[in-house]
């Protein structure tokens, strides 16, 4: 039989013990000495102490500790050019998960939001901590070591670096390390050399030991700091202001939000995105600089949309810089001067990227391939882009405009050099479609 009087005498049965429990240990404690009375105060009292010390630990602004920010690794990092400010606390991490100390072990790309000064930035690593690990442990054996040695004091006695600390450092040096010097040119490396803001000092426009040291680790890390120097925005390239790095972090411009968040935004927002995207692809391929950069793998997460709208390309670890001023040299073998990127059905395996090929000719539609296929048409594989950015185009952009013919042409042309040959008319389409002129043109 059921009887709710029992859960209530339960309750109070339980209380009851509670109650006792305390007054007993409150009689014990009163019986005890005034000497362990104290003791167990103090005990007390440093318990809590140790444990606001715990949290303020945890939440602390851990980018002032030079243990913390790496900078003790250098020459064997990124650079020092933030580092005063960083160590003056002018700069602090915004993301709930960044601030605190302890979650670091779940953000294993090293990727932080932030603000220095009050201006948006990103903060990374660039690698994981084990690749880091990796790299010091070689350094360390390179320098006859033992693995855990002071890296910034054997970097200069590492077998690794010889090369260039004993003679002018020379595009030899690079060549393979990563994408950037995948096929480097005498001209592309005098162009790092000259943007480079990582100089330890300005007095000279030579490069000592320890500069060199520093551009060779850095390139064997990751492209990134040295790609973002070498084209830097501020003349104009669609990529994110470089701010400065110190240790083994670097600063750059917070470029807004990750195109992925747009694939259900209002259609036209989305024509606008697809034409910044297709005219960065352009742009990198045929620019006033005679560098062409190739993308080697390319994702919709690589682009993010800043508040004012505007598109830019984030992820600079993947790419290929081709010097066509060096085509032209070589030129005349009579190969084709034009790379095309052919079109095959893949779903999780697709062929690597001919980067080889993408370094032997003058130029190729091989950026406006992948942006057309991995962005914008229904063979995105990137789960968030289903079906693509345009995946829901209106009757108008199908039909009058041809978009859909476009967009095909510019994924796998059913004529040779048809992708160059569509690209100006797609531009121009999304140019009118982004400006509302949905109704029918006039014949284009
Ligand atoms: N400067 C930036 N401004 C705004 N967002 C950025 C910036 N740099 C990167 N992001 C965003 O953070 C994400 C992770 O950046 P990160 O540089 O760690 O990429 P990653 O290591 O190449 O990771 P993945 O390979 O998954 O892209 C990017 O996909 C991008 O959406
Ligand atoms: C790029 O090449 C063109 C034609 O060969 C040349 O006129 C121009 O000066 C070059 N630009 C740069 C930045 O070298």
Redesign the pocket.
């Given at each position: 039989m059921n009887r709710p009087q029992d859960g209530l005498r339960q309750r109070h049965k339980n209380k009851s013990i509670i109650e006792s429990a305390i007054s007993s240990t409150s009689k014990k404690f009163q019986s005890l000495s005034l000497k362990t009375k104290c003791l167990f105060v103090l005990l007390a009292f440093s318990l809590l102490v140790a444990y606001i010390i715990m949290l303020w630990h945890q939440v602390s602004n851990r980018l002032r500790e030079f243990t913390y920010i790496q900078a003790d690794t250098c020459p064997a990092c990124y650079g020092s050019s933030i580092c005063l400010p960083l160590f003056r606390g002018d700069a602090h991490f915004t993301g709930t998960l960044s601030r605190i100390r302890s979650f670091d072990y779940l953000n294993s790309?090293?990727?932080h939001?932030g603000k220095l000064n009050g201006k948006d930035?990103?903060l990374?690593k660039?690698?994981a901590d084990d690749v880091l690990k990796d790299l010091d442990d070689k350094i360390c054996r390179s320098a006859r070591r033992i693995p855990g040695c002071d890296v910034a004091r054997v970097v200069v006695k590492a077998d690794l670096v010889s090369q260039v600390r004993q003679h002018e450092l020379q595009v030899d040096h690079l060549r393979g390390v990563n994408d950037m010097f995948y096929c480097p040119s005498r001209r592309l490396f005098d162009r790092l050399l000259k943007h480079y803001l990582e100089k330890y000092t300005y007095e000279t426009t030579f490069f000592y030991a320890v500069d060199k040291i520093q551009i060779l680790i850095t390139a064997m890390i990751s492209s990134?700091p040295l790609m973002l120097q070498t084209f830097p925005a501020s003349a104009g390239w669609p990529f994110?202001s470089y701010i400065g790095a110190c240790g083994r972090f670097v600063l750059?411009?917070?470029?807004?939000?990750?195109?992925?968040n747009f694939h259900q935004a209002p259609l036209q927002k989305r024509y606008d995105l697809a034409y910044q995207v297709m005219k960065i692809a352009n742009f990198l391929t045929e620019n006033p600089s005679n560098f062409s950069l190739y993308w080697t793998s390319l994702?919709p997460?690589?682009?993010?949309v800043?508040q004012n709208g505007h598109v830019?390309f984030?992820?600079l670890?993947?790419i290929v810089v081709v010097d066509r001023e060096e085509y032209n040299e070589v030129a005349n073998t009579g190969k084709p001067k034009i790379f095309e990127a052919m079109f095959t059905e893949c779903e999780n395996v697709c062929p690597p990227t001919p980067t080889m090929e993408l370094c032997n000719h003058l130029s190729s539609d091989w950026n406006i391939y992948l942006a057309c296929r991995y962005v914008l048409s229904e063979h995105a594989t990137d789960p968030a882009m289903k079906g693509g950015l345009l995946h829901d185009m209106s009757r108008g952009a199908l039909d009058d405009w041809d978009m859909r013919f476009l967009i095909k042409e510019c994924t796998s042309p059913t004529t040779k050099g048809g992708r160059v040959k569509s690209i100006h008319r797609l531009l121009h389409t999304l140019d009118s479609l982004r400006n509302g002129k949905e109704q029918h043109p006039v014949n284009i």
């Open positions: 790309k090293n990727f939001y930035v990103v990374k660039l690698v990134e994110p750059l411009e917070n470029c807004g939000e990750s195109l992925q994702k997460s690589d682009f993010v800043d830019k984030v992820d670890k993947n």
